[in-house]
Nanobody, 118 residues
């Protein structure tokens, strides 16, 4: 089992920045990939960013150039640095983990709210 705990959400004005953290614990040695998802009210959950154990990243087109995902293996933590935030970034952000890029995400955090005011 893997446990994921997000933190760092909050209220910020448009143009501002936030950094989300996701701390992993449990049997994490086999985890190969982690991702950040978000879900806005009335919308489907969408992938925002993902990172592999090798450090390769990919981003949704809507956040490219503004968001950066990184990992600190010594702390078993991944981060999502969010800059130039827009009101449309408002959502609950979830951290997720999976054993391989070939299988679905299996473990999910509880989510952290990000609200961007205009």
């Amino acid at each position: 089992q893997v446990q994921l705990v997000e933190s760092g959400g909050g209220l910020v004005q448009a143009g501002g920045s936030l950094r989300l953290s996701c701390a992993a614990s449990g049997t994490i040695l086999s985890i190969n990939a982690m991702g950040w998802f978000r879900q806005a009210p009335g919308k489907q959950r969408e992938l925002v960013a993902a990172i592999t154990s090798g450090g390769s990243t990919n981003y949704a087109d809507s956040v490219k150039g503004r968001f950066t995902m990184s990992r600190d293996d010594a702390k078993n933590t991944v981060y999502l640095q969010m800059n130039s935030l827009k009101p449309e970034d408002t959502a609950v952000y979830f951290c997720a983990a999976r054993y391989s890029t070939w299988v679905p995400y299996k473990y999910w955090g509880q989510g952290t709210q990000v609200t961007v005011s205009s």
